[in-house]
């Protein structure tokens, strides 16, 4: 399902006030720097920035806050038993980014098993997978036969990232030319560098689905 903001809430639009990063953080670090400096760019964890309410150009779906960029659209991905939002769907022309938030444990890394998870459920509906390291760490690189709408086969590759932060991982999918040609000034790599994550501070199991809502400000597309 698409959203797109009230025009009332359009037309009351201001200049955005920038994120503040953390203490310590070198906002500049981008590249293969290691584990510790994965995040030094983004994604966020709702501590390390000031979120200023009402800026028009971030949408704040509970779990997670996105900021709009010019070009992209946000869909929302909702299980059709439970009502429920499952994933969000930021989409432009060249690609889009699937975003699904999980709890994670105070330590240790959920990721390698996840992984495997992914990668096993892929090889099963026929598949491949390759894993690399990537700008996050490991990443597996997808590669799914698929029927277009007109009826012809085709291939849908994707790349999948784990992405840990204080007691949360959030997974990341991308879809289109980011799959294909990684570009860390890309509309699409730059939305998911300015993703942030509200984990909250109530109980979840390890790999619990963290819970996204629809704000009032997002009607139907």
Request: charged content about 25%; proline content about 7%; overall charge negative.
């Given at each position: 399902?698409?959203?797109r903001?009230?025009?009332?809430?359009?037309?009351?639009?201001?200049?955005?006030?920038?994120?503040?990063?953390?203490?310590?953080?070198?906002?500049?670090?981008?590249?293969?720097?290691?584990v510790?400096?994965?995040?030094?760019?983004?994604?966020?964890?709702?501590?390390?920035?000031?979120?200023?309410?009402?800026?028009?150009?971030?949408?704040?779906?509970?779990?997670?806050?996105?900021?709009?960029?010019?070009?992209?659209?946000?869909?929302?991905?909702?299980?059709?038993?439970?009502?429920?939002?499952?994933?969000?769907?930021?989409?432009?022309?060249?690609?889009a980014?699937?975003?699904?938030?999980?709890?994670?444990?105070?330590?240790?890394?959920?990721?390698?098993?996840?992984?495997?998870?992914?990668?096993?459920?892929?090889?099963?509906?026929?598949?491949?997978?390759?894993?690399?390291?990537?700008?996050?760490?490991?990443?597996?690189?997808?590669?799914?036969?698929?029927?277009?709408?007109?009826?012809?086969?085709?291939?849908?590759?994707s790349?999948?990232?784990?992405?840990?932060?204080?007691?949360?991982?959030?997974?990341?999918?991308?879809?289109?030319?980011?799959?294909?040609?990684p570009?860390?000034?890309?509309?699409?790599?730059?939305?998911?560098?300015?993703?942030?994550?509200?984990?909250?501070?109530?109980?979840?199991?390890?790999?619990?689905?963290?819970?996204?809502?629809?704000?009032?400000?997002?009607?139907?597309?």
């Open positions: 399902m698409k959203f903001r009230n025009k009332a809430e359009e037309a009351d639009s201001v200049e955005a006030a920038p994120h503040v990063a953390a203490p310590g953080r070198d906002a500049a670090a981008v590249g293969d720097a290691g510790e400096n994965q995040r030094a760019a983004g994604p966020w964890d709702v501590s390390e920035v000031e979120l200023v309410e009402g800026r028009p150009d971030q949408v704040d779906l509970g779990s997670l806050v996105l900021t709009m960029h010019e070009g992209l659209d946000l869909q929302l991905q909702v299980d059709e038993r439970s009502g429920q939002v499952v994933a969000a769907l930021l989409a432009g022309k060249e690609g980014v699937e975003l699904r938030v999980f709890a994670a444990p105070r330590h240790g890394d959920i990721w390698d098993d996840v992984r495997k998870d992914i990668a096993a459920e892929v090889t099963r509906r026929g598949g491949t997978v390759t894993e690399v390291v990537g700008r996050w760490g490991p990443e597996i690189r997808v590669l799914m036969q698929v029927t277009t709408p007109d009826g012809r086969s085709g291939t849908q590759p790349r999948v990232f784990g992405i840990a932060g204080p007691r949360w991982l959030l997974r990341a999918t991308f879809f289109g030319a980011p799959a294909l040609e570009d860390d000034n890309g509309p699409v790599e730059l939305a998911l560098r300015d993703v942030i994550v509200r984990r909250g501070t109530g109980p979840h199991a390890p790999g619990e689905a963290l819970p996204l809502t629809v704000p009032a400000g997002l009607t139907p597309q």
